[in-house]
Structure formats: structure tokens, C-alpha cells
């Protein structure tokens, strides 16, 4: 399939492991959040919150096109049923993203109900995803 399709699996590779960069941070932050008071600690973890959000998304829109191209554009795994798994496993994944940035809206607006232990199980997600996804793509179970 030539070199371009190396390149692009391989910038596949690298924007998935950034955009997870900020799906396993991003959690740890919140459980940070769950515990302090307002005041100055909590204003610098909601910076840092927001910061790392805003520069997740691109990591998200480059790993997902790029994986698009792959699947679409050279056709692998099309018809497979790994690459059928793989994909609800990635709506899952969008959903978590989406989860983070509704979350962190409610610590910005101080509504928070949710308890630092909850926010160490949802850290836990996407370790499972993950986990789950690579097995599909590397292994090919099916
Ligand atoms: C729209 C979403 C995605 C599509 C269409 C997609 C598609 C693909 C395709 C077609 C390949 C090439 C497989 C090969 O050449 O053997 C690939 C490789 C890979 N994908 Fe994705 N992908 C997507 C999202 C993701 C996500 C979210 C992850 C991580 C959780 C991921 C992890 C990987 C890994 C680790 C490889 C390299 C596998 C290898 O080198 O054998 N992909 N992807």
C-alpha cells in the first residue's frame, strides 16, 4: 500500500496517544476539584481544566480524520467486524469527551454533585476503551 499509508497510521498512532494524553488528565483534574474549596487552588486547577479541554479537541478531530482516512480512504478493515467494534467503542470514546466538557461546565458554574471517588471510577474509562481498541485494531479477534 505504499509509504503514504505508513505515514498516516503512524500520525494515526501519534494523535490518538495525545488526544489519550488529555482523556486520562483531564478525569484526574476533576477528581482534584471534587476535593478543594473554592479559592485560589480551584481557580488554577479550572485554568488548567480549560486549557487542556480546548487543546484536546484538535488531538480528537486530527486522530479520528486520520483514522477516517485509513479505514475510508485505503480501505482497510472495511466490512471487519474489528473495525465494526473499534468504531462503537469510538462513538463510546466521543461520548466520554463530550462527558469531560459538560463536567467541566458544571465545575465552572460551581454545580458540581458528584463526589472525587465517582471521578476516579470515570477516570478509569478510558484506560478500558483503550485497552479494548488496541486488542480490536492489533489483535483482529474477529
Ligand atoms: C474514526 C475513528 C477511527 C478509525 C476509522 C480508525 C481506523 C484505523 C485503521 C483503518 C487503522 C489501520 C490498521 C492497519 O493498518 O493495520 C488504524 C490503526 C490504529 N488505530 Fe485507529 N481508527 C480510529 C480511531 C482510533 C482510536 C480512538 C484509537 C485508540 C483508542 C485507535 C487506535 C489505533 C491503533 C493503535 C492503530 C495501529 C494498529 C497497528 O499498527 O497495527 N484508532 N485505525
Not at 498512532?13 to 483534574?29: E, H, K, M, N, Q
Not at 481544566?49 to 484538535?58: Q, V
Not at 480524520?65 to 474489528?82: H, N, P
Amino acid at each position: 500500500m505504499g509509504s503514504g499509508y505508513l505515514w498516516v497510521k503512524a500520525l494515526h498512532i501519534v494523535f490518538v496517544t495525545s488526544w489519550f494524553a488529555g482523556l486520562f488528565y483531564l478525569p484526574r483534574i476533576f477528581v482534584n476539584l471534587a476535593m478543594t474549596d473554592p479559592g485560589e487552588a480551584r481557580d488554577r486547577l479550572l485554568l488548567m481544566a480549560g486549557k487542556l479541554y480546548r487543546f484536546m479537541n484538535p488531538l480528537m478531530v486530527l486522530a479520528l480524520g486520520l483514522g477516517l482516512w485509513l479505514w475510508l480512504g485505503y480501505g482497510v478493515g472495511a466490512g471487519q467486524g474489528w473495525m465494526h467494534a473499534k468504531l462503537a467503542l469510538v462513538v463510546l470514546l466521543l461520548g466520554y469527551h463530550h462527558a469531560c466538557a459538560r463536567l467541566l461546565r458544571k465545575f465552572r458554574e460551581d454545580r458540581n454533585a458528584r463526589s472525587h471517588v465517582w471521578y476516579r471510577w470515570f477516570n478509569e474509562v478510558p484506560v478500558l476503551i483503550l485497552l479494548a481498541v488496541v486488542v480490536l485494531v492489533v489483535v483482529r479477534p474477529f
